[in-house]
Every structure is written in structure tokens, then in C-alpha cells.
């Protein structure tokens, strides 16, 4: 009796060990070799030099301008243009973007065709006010990216595809959007696929180390897929303990009629 007894409880207890995810896999940004205990407090304990990314407009984009100026409203012709608006008032926002064209430019009431393709989103302002500017009094300009899209899949908490007007949004902060990510997610490979022209690139990224900071995939870009995969220690809990369970069950229960009959 006493040695079922052990056995029983060897392997209830190999069971919950494997079936437990440790921190070290958990935890986003780590630090080598138990840094952190040495590190001060209140003060910066690392450095990066991350190239800085800037997004470039590019052919196919849907960007909304906004244009004001001192010009009076009934000769401002911005003012009067409206389009994609409803017959509500209300507007949908693709609908009344301007989609820049295989040519890179957008086609502006009376300004005409305007070219902005290749550059930021600041110089793409600064360019359209210069253009502007021979029409409007004293014009600012707001341009918006309205089409960057994204897609989380896999061991977050919300797949599924998400809409940012921010061109400069990094991985952690889409899986912050996401809900996180499950505990059972393989943060150290996480793969990104990514459409440059012609071609699909295929990369991973490991969220567990800090230099991911430095990957050229820590920033997304429009119609990036990121896809998290689960760990081992995910099929075992929902297939392999659960039977080591249910038989441990049936045992057990065999063995207390065996010793009662």
C-alpha cells in the first residue's frame, strides 16, 4: 500500500512540474545572467542605439488631409469638399481618404496632383502646405495614415486584425492591444511575416531578450502578420495531464474498492 501510495505521488507531482510554465519563459525584456539584482535603482542601466524608423508613404496608401487656413469659408474650397461623407454628416474614414496612386501621388481639389510617396508623414505635410499655400492664406496641414493594418494570431488573448493611426508602432505595444499575451505563449519565437513588394519575408523575434529593441521587426509596418505559437508545455496540460490524471483517478479509485472488497 505504501508503495502505491509513493508512486502515486511521484507522479502527481512530475504531472504539475511539467505542466507549469517558469517565469523565465513569461517574462518580456530579461536580463542576462541575474543582472537585475546588481542593477541600482532610479537610474539607466542599459542603452540601445536602435536605427530609427520612419515611415515612408507608399503606393496604395489611404491618407486623410486636413487643410485650414485664414482663407474665408466661402472661398476655401477645402472647406466645401467633403468626400466619403454620408448623408448623416457622419464620414467613414477610408472613404474620405485620398488613396495615393501607383504613381505616388493624390489628386487635391483644384491643386491637382500632388506627389508624396516616399516621404514621412511630416515631410509630407510640409510639402502639401507648400502647395497649398499659392491657394490658401497662411494654410496648415494635417495628414493622417489611415490604412496601417495588423494581425495578431495564435496565443494572444484578442486575434484578430487591428487598425493604428500611429506609424511608429512597435511589437509590445500591438500585443499590449492584443490583451497579452496566453501563459502558455512561446515569447522567444515570435514570428512576423512581412510583404516587401513582390516578396513575403518570414522572420522571428525573441520577446524574452531586451535586444529586440534593436531587431529591424520590433517596429510593424502596414499588413505585418504576427503570429505566436504555444509551447510544448501547452499540449501537455491539455492532452497528456489530463489523461495522466484521469488515469491517476481511475487507479485510485480502483484500488480503495480493492481494498475494501
Known sequence: MLTRIVV???????????????????TYLQERRNELQHYPKDTVVKKFTAEEYIYKLQPGDVVSVRITSLTPEEWDFFQKSNPGASQNGQQDPLLSGYVISEEGAIQLPVVGSVAIAGLSIIEANQHLQQQVAQYLKNPTVHIKLLNFNYTLLGEVNTQGTFTTYDPRLNILQAVGRAGGLSEFADRA????????????EIAFVNLLDDDVITSPYFYLRPDDVVVVRPLKAKTFNNFTARNISLGLSVISILSILYLRF
Open 189 to 200: 519565437n515570435v514570428k512576423v511575416v512581412r510583404k516587401i513588394g513582390e516578396e513575403v
Open 8 to 26: 502515486f505521488v511521484l507522479l502527481l507531482g512530475g504531472m504539475l512540474f511539467s505542466a507549469c510554465v517558469p517565469v523565465r519563459k513569461q
